[in-house]
């Protein structure tokens, strides 16, 4: 029933491969940011974590044009979370988060 896969001149049975008990499941990109950004602090100095989070993100966003992750790092509103994520922010990408910022507000005027 089961595909056999040749592996260094053997043969594997597909279906008798089987996940890791401990192996985290698949989540689409998407869903993974969705559980970032909605996990809810429970401890004092999670909101930092949090921030170096977004930064990260954020970072990753601007390099790859993402408009998925941009979209998710810049629709938060918690204003201490904006404020220390741009504060984390390198310089360099202080120019192409503003340029997105700008297409997002000329966006909304549409």
Known sequence: MGRNVGINGGSLSVSS???KPNA???LI???RLKNLILEK???AG???LQSDGLTQLLIQG???KDKTILDTVLLNRKDSVI???VRR???QYLTPLLQEVVKNVQKSFM
Do not use: F, V, Y
Request: no cysteine.
């Open 83 to 85: 404020e220390n994520t």
């Open 24 to 26: 985290p499941s698949e």
């Open 17 to 19: 491969l089987k996940r």
């Open 29 to 31: 990109m998407e869903d």
């Open 46 to 48: 999670i909101g930092s």
């Open 41 to 43: 602090p429970e401890q």
């Open 62 to 64: 601007l390099n790859s």
């Open 89 to 91: 922010l390198p310089p």
